[in-house]
């Protein structure tokens, strides 16, 4: 630049400054440009980082104006409800709220605009495509300046799992606390206090009130023993501090209860809950245990009858022996003679024995009862009627005139009742009443702990009541077990056959026996056999209404000569007295010890010509044929044979019903020789002739 001459110094100095001053201010504008491209960017960066939080945040936002239009919505929003952003926009936004939740969110949206202060509802919103979706709506309202109104700033979470998850717990919450309240076993809710020192109920089911007898208000909130003080003997409290510690449920075993007008069993189940909480559930388990006390007495019995049934088999034979050596004797013996009263004696006490086995037999496995469709009037009041008299007991009988008929045995009935009455009378040493009564009964619903495993149906219970010292409970399980007596032991009492045997018989006729007992009140014994209609009382008792055997029709002959008998029984020393007692009665006898060689013998007699009037066939022969299959073939040789059945087994069908399986008299062992005689003699006409050897 070419330098002015007619400049001043000064000038061109205050020229340069100037320009360096522009030249200074110019780099300022140039860095402040700089600043603000940078700044710019950075507003953009922090806008965009701004929008993707607003677009992509967890929740939904929007806005809407005073009308509830939607004027701006995230990303968020637009995905919860399932459209596009843009198709969002302009729209109201209660286009999406469920039809029934409307009135609500404009009840909202009225009061926030009317007081400008914040909102929060719960909504349910539906997308046009999908389920509905319930949603958390928190709103605040602000002033609009461009429109000079309010702008509604809004907040939506997806409370949907929420929801359903609150849904579903109440749900099981109802369902579990309706089977709480209508469940019939008593439940109780225990809270430990004190660290296990006592326990607190909670709540009580009512079941539980039912059961314990006490209100669910009046229970809360307090201590379990000083409302139930012997629930610490039962070990109750002792059992929950377990399961409190441990947290391991417990079953504690069944316990016996008795109050004013019920008893049974009662079963307790410990439970610890998650929070703490302690759960006893009660159950009345009183059919299960007395089903569980009637399969082990029945399981008891079967095996005390098996054996029973061998051991009375062979004492009989034993017995027969005995009792009939001692009937020869004693028709030897002259009536001055001094031994007479000692063979007396050895008889009466044979004849006792075989009231013993006879008591065995009733409890053996093979003594089915003869049962017939008729009325239990005649068999009761004949065991009524065989009472001992004594002045200090009265007995009263009291039968219901429209009493059904029972398919029975009336000789086991007769015997199980008379046991019954035997014991009732020596539970009164000083004497009472004793009360023998028989009604008819249903059991049902009702009546379903009365007595273990018996089906619904009608029954006729028979009742014995006395006003003895009673049973102690410890004791009522064992007084149908064989053996078991409390009486002092001897040939007469403490024996323990007695209502073992009527146990045996009530059960063998489909029935059961139950027992309630007060100690110093009483006893009462019921017996509950299964009841017919009356019009089915004459009905035939299919069990034994075919006869295998045609009765044989006998033709006398009238002479007089030598009556010839064949005896088969296994036993030799048997065989040799019988032997013995049918020549001092006049007959010829023979004996075989089994089935096939009786047969063998009658034929070739009968072949010979020198046949035998009449047979007696023991009914049960070891390894070998017995008396009803031995008749079976005579007869095919001879169908008018004469034959007697012999048995131990006193009561099997054949013994008590022998005419139908072709036999025409019957003796039980033990015999003597007098019933030996009535029997032969009935049969076979003319008189026996003494043989001449």
Known sequence: ????????????????????????????????????????????????????????????????????????????????????????????????????????????????VATNTRGICELRLVPPQGPAIHVHLETVAVGDEETGGAEIRAVIHDVTERKTAEKTLKETEDRYRQMFEDTHSGVAVYEAMDDGAYFVFKDINPAAERISRIRREAAIGKNLLDLFPEMDKFGLVDALRRVWRTGEPEIMPPRYYRDRDREGWRENRLYKLPF???????????????????????????????????????????????????????????????????????????????????????LSKGSAPQKKARSIKETLEACAAKLPPAPNYRLTLSIAKDLRPVLHDPHQLNYAVGNILSNAMEAMPEGGILTLKAENTVMGEAFKNSVA????????????????????????????????????????????????????????????????????????????LPALENGECGMRNAEYEEAPFPIPHFVSTGKSEIKRVLLMDDEEMLRKLVQQMLNRLGYDAQTVGDGAEAVRLYKAQKTAGTPFDAVILDLTIKDGMGGVETLKKLMAIDPNVKAVVSSGYFNDPVMSDFRAYGFCGAMPKPYQIAELKTVLGSILPGKAVKSEK
């Open 1 to 112: 630049m070419e330098r002015d001459e007619n400049l001043s110094p000064l000038t061109v100095k205050q020229l340069e400054r100037v320009t360096h001053d522009l030249r200074v201010h110019q780099l300022e504008l140039e860095m402040q440009n700089d600043t603000l491209q940078k700044t710019q960017q950075e507003l953009e960066k922090m806008r965009d980082r701004y929008m993707d939080l607003y677009d992509f945040a967890p929740v939904g936002y929007f806005t809407l104006d005073e009308k509830g239009v939607i004027r701006e919505a995230n990303l968020s929003c637009a995905a919860m409800l399932g459209v596009d952003r843009d198709a969002l926009l302009s729209q109201p936004f209660s286009k999406f709220v469920h039809g029934e939740d409307r009135d609500h969110f404009y009840l909202c949206l009225r009061k926030l």
């Open 276 to 362: 703490g909480e302690l759960v006893a559930i009660y159950d009345d388990v009183t059919d299960r245990v007395e089903a569980e006390e009637a399969r082990h007495k029945a399981r008891k019995f079967e095996s005390f009858a098996v054996m029973t049934g061998g051991i009375a088999h062979d004492y009989n034979n034993l017995l027969s022996m005995i009792l009939g050596n001692v009937s020869l004797a004693l028709d030897e013996t002259e009536l001055e003679s001094r031994i007479l009263p000692f063979l007396r004696d050895a008889e009466e006490a044979s004849l006792r024995a075989k009231d013993l086995t006879h008591r065995l037999m009733l």
């Open 453 to 528: 495993a018996l089906g619904h149906g009608k029954y006729v219970k028979i009742s014995i009541s006395d006003q003895g010292a009673g049973i102690p409970r410890e004791n009522i399980s064992k007084i149908f077990d064989p053996y078991f007596s409390t009486k002092r032991m001897g040939v007469q009492k403490g024996m323990g056959m007695g209502l073992a045997t009527a146990y045996a018989v009530t059960a063998k006729h489909g029935g059961r026996i139950s027992v309630q007992s007060t100690v110093g009140a009483g006893t009462t014994v019921s017996i509950f």
